[in-house]
T-cell receptor
Framework: DGGITQSPKYLFRKEGQNVTLSCEQNLNHDAMYWYRQDPGQGLRLIYYSQIVNDFQKGDIAEGYSVSREKKESFPLTVTSAQKNPTAFYLC?????????????FGSGTRLTVV | AQSVAQPEDQVNVAEGNPLTVKCTYSVSGNPYLFWYVQYPNRGLQFLLKYITGDNLVKGSYGFEAEFNKSQTSFHLKKPSALVSDSALYFCAVNNNDMRFGAGTRLTVKP
C-alpha cells in the first residue's frame, strides 16, 4: 500500500542533543512537508520541499534543519538550538504545489526531551 | 495571507443527534478548503474538500460540509453522530501551503 512512513513513533532527546526524524513516502509525490503539533495550537509549518534538492522555511524553522536528497525522503533534524522541542511531529506529502491537492499524512513522531 | 478559524475548542453531542463543527476562513482569491480528522497519536486523515462547484460537499464516513461564500464559512456536518466520530477535527485552507485551524475536539456521548 502506498503511504508515508514516519519513524520512530516515539523519540527521547537529551538536552543539547541533535535528533533526526525520518519520513519516507512511496506515493511518488513531489512535495513534502513537516509540521509541529502542540495542544491547542493546531499544526504549524516547519519546512517544506516542492522538489528534490530544494526546500523552504515555514513559520517556525528556527532550530530545525531538513534535506531532500531523494524524492522519497525528507528527514527532519531537531537541533540543540530548538529550545522547546517536545511536541508531536507530522510529515505530509502532496502530488505537487497546486492548491486543490490534499495532503497525505504520516502517523507522526512524538518527541520528548528528558 | 490565508487563515482559518475554528471558534469552538470542544463540541459535545449525543449519539444519533446531528453535529456541526464550525470553520471560517480568510483568503485572497479562490478558497481551497479541507477538513481532516485526527485520532489519538495518529496523523491526519482527509475527510473532504471544496474546490469549486456545488456548495454542499460530501466526504468520508457520512460527513459533509457546506461552503458559504458570503459568510466565509465551511462548516462540517453529519446528520447522525456516532460515538466513533469522537476525534480532533481540523479545518484547513490551501494556497501555496496548507494552513490549519487550531482544531475542534468532538465528543459524541452514548
Amino acid at each position: 500500500d502506498g503511504g508515508i512512513t514516519q519513524s520512530p513513533k516515539y523519540l527521547f532527546r537529551k538536552e543539547g542533543q541533535n535528533v533526526t526524524l525520518s519520513c519516507e513516502q512511496n506515493l511518488n509525490h513531489d512535495a513534502m512537508y513537516w509540521y509541529r503539533q502542540d495542544p491547542g495550537q493546531g499544526l504549524r509549518l516547519i519546512y517544506y520541499s516542492q522538489i528534490v534538492n530544494d526546500f523552504q522555511k515555514g513559520d517556525i524553522a528556527e532550530g530545525y534543519s531538513v534535506s531532500r536528497e531523494k524524492k522519497e525522503s525528507f528527514p527532519l533534524t531537531v537541533t540543540s538550538a530548538q529550545k522547546n522541542p517536545t511536541a508531536f511531529y507530522l510529515c505530509a506529502s502532496s502530488p505537487g504545489q497546486y492548491p486543490n491537492y490534499g495532503y497525505t499524512f504520516g502517523s507522526g513522531t512524538r518527541l520528548t526531551v528528558v | 495571507a490565508q487563515s482559518v478559524a475554528q471558534p469552538e475548542d470542544q463540541v459535545n453531542v449525543a449519539e444519533g443527534n446531528p453535529l456541526t463543527v464550525k470553520c471560517t476562513y480568510s483568503v485572497s482569491g479562490n478558497p481551497y478548503l479541507f477538513w481532516y480528522v485526527q485520532y489519538p497519536n495518529r496523523g491526519l486523515q482527509f475527510l473532504l474538500k471544496y474546490i469549486t462547484g456545488d456548495n454542499l460537499v460530501k466526504g468520508s464516513y457520512g460527513f459533509e460540509a457546506e461552503f458559504n461564500k458570503s459568510q466565509t464559512s465551511f462548516h462540517l456536518k453529519k446528520p447522525s453522530a456516532l460515538v466513533s466520530d469522537s476525534a480532533l477535527y481540523f479545518c484547513a485552507v490551501n494556497n501555496n501551503d496548507m494552513r490549519f485551524g487550531a482544531g475542534t475536539r468532538l465528543t459524541v456521548k452514548p
